[in-house]
C-alpha cells in the first residue's frame, strides 16, 4: 500500500526542501491493483512498473509564495523506461535517483530491508549522537528556513498511459480522442488490441493510450467522462509515466 514509502519521502522531502512535510500530505497509491496484464502491457511499451515516492520542487504552480514554488510529495506505481537507472532496481533493494541543478543526476542504491543493514544505520545514528554530546554540540536541527507550500496531487503535472476496453465499432476512437481533446489531455500515441467478438460480430478491443503531459485533475475528470461515456466498457488502468 506504499506507507512505508511514503514515510521515506516526507523525511526526504523536508530534508531536500527545508520544509516540514507531514505524512498526511503526502499522497499515497500502493502496487496492489497492478496485475500481470499490466506489467506485460508495460513491457511491450519499454518500460518497467516501478513503485516510486517522487519529491519534487515545482516553480510556478502555486501564487502561495513569493518566489511562485511549491513542492510535490507523492507515492504511486509508475511506469519507467527499460534504460532509466531506476529500471534496474531489484529484490529488497533501494535506490535514491536524484536530480540536482549543480551536481546533475546522482543515484544511491543499496539494500532496502534486513536486519544487518537497519541495525548499522540505527547504530550510525547512536554514534553520531553520542559523539555531539561528547563534543557539547547540539544536534542537527532541523531546517525549515524555506516553508514551501505542499500542493495537492491534482496540482502535479507528468504524462500517462491509459488503458481502456471499449466497443469494438466504429466512431469509438474518435469518441475516445474527442473526449481527451475537451479535456486538454493530448495524445501522444494509441495502441489497438481486439480482444474478443460475440456472436453478433461485434465485441471489445484494448486501447492502451499514451499522453503528453497533462495535469493531474484534467486527467482525473477526463478518465471519468470516458468511463462515463457508453463506449468504455472498463477502465483498465491509468498508470503515470515518470524519469523522462
Same mark, same amino acid.
Given at each position: 500500500?506504499?506507507?512505508?514509502?511514503?514515510?521515506?519521502?516526507?523525511?526526504?522531502?523536508?530534508?531536500?526542501?527545508?520544509?516540514?512535510?507531514?505524512?498526511?500530505?503526502?499522497?499515497?497509491?500502493?502496487?496492489?491493483?497492478?496485475?500481470?496484464?499490466?506489467?506485460?502491457?508495460?513491457?511491450?511499451?519499454?518500460?518497467?512498473?516501478?513503485?516510486?515516492?517522487?519529491?519534487?520542487?515545482?516553480?510556478?504552480?502555486?501564487?502561495?509564495?513569493?518566489?511562485?514554488?511549491?513542492?510535490?510529495?507523492?507515492?504511486?506505481?509508475?511506469?519507467?523506461?527499460?534504460?532509466?537507472?531506476?529500471?534496474?532496481?531489484?529484490?529488497?533493494?533501494?535506490?535514491?535517483?536524484?536530480?540536482?541543478?549543480?551536481?546533475?543526476?546522482?543515484?544511491?542504491?543499496?539494500?532496502?530491508?534486513?536486519?544487518?543493514?537497519?541495525?548499522?544505520?540505527?547504530?550510525?545514528?547512536?554514534?553520531?549522537?553520542?559523539?555531539?554530546?561528547?563534543?557539547?554540540? *547540539?544536534?542537527?536541527?532541523?531546517?525549515?528556513?524555506?516553508?514551501?507550500?505542499?500542493?495537492?496531487?491534482?496540482?502535479?503535472?507528468?504524462?500517462?498511459?491509459?488503458?481502456?476496453?471499449?466497443?469494438?465499432?466504429?466512431?469509438?476512437?474518435?469518441? *475516445?480522442?474527442?473526449?481527451?481533446?475537451?479535456?486538454?489531455?493530448?495524445?501522444?500515441?494509441?495502441?489497438?488490441? *481486439?480482444?474478443?467478438?460475440?456472436?453478433?460480430?461485434?465485441?471489445?478491443?484494448?486501447?492502451?493510450?499514451?499522453?503528453?503531459?497533462?495535469?493531474?485533475?484534467?486527467?482525473?475528470?477526463?478518465?471519468?467522462?470516458?468511463?462515463?461515456?457508453?463506449?468504455?466498457?472498463?477502465?483498465?488502468?491509468?498508470?503515470?509515466?515518470?524519469?523522462?
Amino acid at each position: 500500500e506504499g506507507y512505508d514509502a511514503a514515510q521515506k519521502a516526507a523525511i526526504l522531502a523536508s530534508l531536500a526542501f527545508h520544509t516540514t512535510v507531514p505524512l498526511d500530505a503526502v499522497h499515497r497509491e500502493g502496487i496492489v491493483g497492478i496485475d500481470k496484464a499490466m506489467m506485460d502491457a508495460a513491457r511491450h511499451a519499454g518500460y518497467v512498473i516501478k513503485l516510486l515516492a517522487v519529491c519534487e520542487r515545482l516553480t510556478g504552480q502555486t501564487d502561495a509564495s513569493a518566489a511562485g514554488e511549491a513542492i510535490s510529495v507523492r507515492v504511486y506505481p509508475a511506469l519507467i523506461r527499460r534504460g532509466h537507472p531506476l529500471a534496474s532496481v531489484h529484490g529488497a533493494n533501494n535506490a535514491v535517483f536524484v536530480q540536482a541543478e549543480a551536481a546533475g543526476n546522482l543515484m544511491f542504491y543499496g539494500a532496502g530491508a534486513g536486519g544487518v543493514q537497519t541495525a548499522s544505520a540505527v547504530l550510525g545514528d547512536v554514534v553520531s549522537a553520542a559523539r555531539r554530546h561528547i563534543a557539547g554540540g *547540539v544536534g542537527v536541527g532541523e531546517s525549515t528556513r524555506a516553508n514551501l507550500p505542499i500542493v495537492e496531487i491534482g496540482r502535479v503535472v507528468t504524462r500517462y498511459q491509459i488503458t481502456l476496453e471499449v466497443d469494438d465499432r466504429p466512431g469509438v476512437l474518435a469518441t *475516445v480522442a474527442g473526449t481527451l481533446s475537451d479535456g486538454r489531455v493530448s495524445i501522444a500515441s494509441v495502441e489497438q488490441t *481486439v480482444i474478443g467478438d460475440d456472436e453478433e460480430g461485434t465485441g471489445s478491443a484494448r486501447l492502451v493510450i499514451g499522453t503528453h503531459k497533462a495535469l493531474e485533475q484534467d486527467l482525473s475528470e477526463t478518465v471519468q467522462r470516458l468511463a462515463d461515456s457508453g463506449v468504455v466498457e472498463r477502465v483498465v488502468s491509468v498508470l503515470r509515466v515518470e524519469g523522462d
